[in-house]
């Protein structure tokens, strides 16, 4: 299996062993669960979500009370392309969530190949599948010959990234064959100069960006496309009218055209990432790749560091394709470090 498990969880299973379950990133439910010993509150290092999120704005009664206006919408969208880059607000289509578009890309062309790059985030490769596409994993580029290439970018769990060059020349080439090259730019707030927002519109060339991880706002469930005329056109009738709430439209807006915040935040989650992994590596913790706002450990014994981080309490992200993989987000604060720190210890690593 190329990526992470899609929503809820699984059993990891060896030679008809069961292991455990594969615990979805953010599912404390099943977490308490499987570690009913562990101490509260928990600490949920399972996602790349900004641990220190935007300070929401004040929201209107009426943004609660009404259908959002045409006009918020356009104000959401003029301000993600400010912030993105983006030539034109018109080349961007917004939803509730990224994942929702990822779910409805796949029924927005007929029926073909499909390469995603990995390993990497699952949805996308079972978004395609679903619709009927037939979908394979690749480790190389240059080998795709596919109809759509999928490609995420900084990628999940390991932080690879794609140069734009190569991403633009790769779109140019799926575009002589009537094909798309899909960019999941999910992470790329905290490596803006990997992004290839600026040239949306570029034949070929389909871009999905996600809010609520770099904001800390997932609750908000926001995401965007950026794409042709025609493409844009299609994901808006897709999702169709009032696809973003009122309240979600209103902290969008004002947080994607807050500049300061924005580097200041990109400054404090790469301060916390250093600080972060010589505190891993002082507990002889292998952090193998990542962005600022998730890293990527990989040890033989992350199983057993999996098990005392759960007894812990601290809930982190663990894989049935790399057994020797975990990704542990930020965490907020030292009391959170140090329990982490604690579990290391258990295990005298």
């Known amino acids: 299996m190329m990526a992470e498990s899609a929503a809820g969880s699984k059993s990891l299973v060896h030679g008809g062993r069961t292991e455990g379950e594969i615990i979805h990133g953010g599912d404390l439910d099943a977490a308490r669960s499987a570690f009913p010993g562990a101490p509260e509150p928990w600490v949920d290092l399972s996602t790349g979500i900004n641990p220190w999120p935007y300070p929401l704005p004040p929201i209107p009664a009426e943004s609660w009370a009404r259908l959002p206006g045409r006009a918020a919408e356009t104000a959401l969208r003029e301000a993600a392309a400010a912030c993105y880059g983006v030539p034109s607000p018109d080349r961007i289509a917004a939803a509730g969530g990224s994942q929702a578009l990822i779910q409805i890309l796949p029924r927005l062309r007929r029926r073909g190949t499909v390469a ?3 390993p990497t985030y699952a949805e996308h490769a079972a978004g395609w599948a679903k619709a009927g596409h037939h979908v394979t994993g690749t480790e190389s580029l240059g080998a795709c010959d596919a109809d759509v ?7 999940n769990p390991d932080g690879r990234i794609v140069p734009p060059d190569t991403l633009l020349a790769l779109a140019e080439r799926q575009a002589a064959r009537g094909g798309w090259l899909v960019v999941d730019e999910a992470f790329a707030e905290v490596t803006p ?7 949306t519109g570029r034949p070929g060339l389909v871009i ?9 706002l997932a609750g908000v469930r926001l995401g965007f496309l950026l794409g042709g005329p025609e493409l844009v056109r299609d ?9 973003v709430s009122g309240p979600a439209l209103t902290v969008a807006t004002v947080a994607l055209s807050d500049s300061a915040w924005i580097a200041a935040t990109r400054r404090r989650l790469a301060e916390a990432t250093a600080r972060f992994d010589a505190r ?3 507990a002889g913790v292998r952090v ?6 998730f890293r990527l450990i990989d040890d033989p014994r992350s199983a057993g560091l ?6 812990a309490g601290v809930l982190v992200r663990r894989f049935d394709y790399r057994q020797d993989w975990l990704r542990l987000g930020l965490p907020a604060d030292r009391t959170a470090e140090d329990r982490v720190m604690v579990a290391c210890e258990t295990l005298k690593i």
């Open 116 to 118: 995603v790059l990995g």
């Open 193 to 199: 100069g990997c992004s290839v927002a600026s040239e």
């Open 306 to 311: 999996y098990s005392a981080l759960g007894r």
């Open 288 to 293: 193998a790749g990542g962005t600022s706002l």
């Open 235 to 243: 994901a808006r009738a897709a999702v169709g009218p009032w696809a």
């Open 280 to 282: 891993l590596a002082g």
């Open 149 to 155: 290439v999928v490609v995420v970018n900084p990628n």
């Open 208 to 216: 999905l960006r996600s809010f609520g991880k770099f904001f800390g």
